[in-house]
């Protein structure tokens, strides 16, 4: 494990070295002690912190309408439970109608999607008897991907 040696020069600057093993860093510390006469030196622990990036995604849906009052504020949802992350919304009475018209534009998109994933299981089954195969039954719905 890595350590550091941070110390201040006799001339004020701050200074630091980075040693491989505490002995090191003792042995570093005596030799500012008996050399340069640094008397105030500390010795750090080095360890790797872990962390990664995780995107956000924010979608906003303009209606064509006048902007809102008081624009949505929120904040990441925390995913790991950690109580110092907090997603939290201000909106204005006024959001209600655009609300309900992206929640009727949400439902004809699904409907939509529905009919045509129907179509697409109805045609590859189709496909399958001419091949003289016999389709899966199971009846599972497969995706737009799904083998």
């Known amino acids: 494990m890595s350590h550091m040696v941070i110390y201040r020069g006799a001339d004020g600057?701050?200074?630091y070295h980075q040693t491989d093993d505490i002995h090191d860093a003792v042995m570093y510390v005596?030799?500012?002690r008996n050399d340069k006469d640094v008397d105030h030196a500390r010795i750090f622990r080095l360890e790797e912190v872990t962390f990664e990036y995780r995107p956000?995604?924010?979608?906003e849906i303009n209606t064509g309408g006048a902007p809102a009052?008081?624009?949505?504020?929120?904040a990441v949802a925390d995913?790991?439970?950690?109580e110092d992350v907090v997603e939290t919304t201000?909106?204005?009475?006024?959001?209600?109608?655009?609300?309900?018209?992206?929640e009727e534009a949400i439902d004809e998109v699904e409907d939509v999607a529905d009919d045509v994933s129907d179509d697409v299981v109805d045609d590859s089954?189709?496909?399958?008897?001419?091949a003289g195969d016999e389709a899966p039954t199971s009846g599972a719905r497969r995706g737009l991907f799904g083998r």
């Open 125 to 130: 089954d189709d496909d399958a008897d001419d």
């Open 79 to 82: 995913t790991n439970g950690h």
């Open 90 to 102: 201000e909106a204005s009475d006024d959001d209600d109608d655009a609300v309900d018209e992206v």
């Open 30 to 32: 005596e030799s500012l």
């Open 13 to 15: 600057k701050p200074g």
């Open 56 to 59: 956000y995604y924010r979608v």
């Open 69 to 74: 009052a008081a624009p949505a504020v929120s």
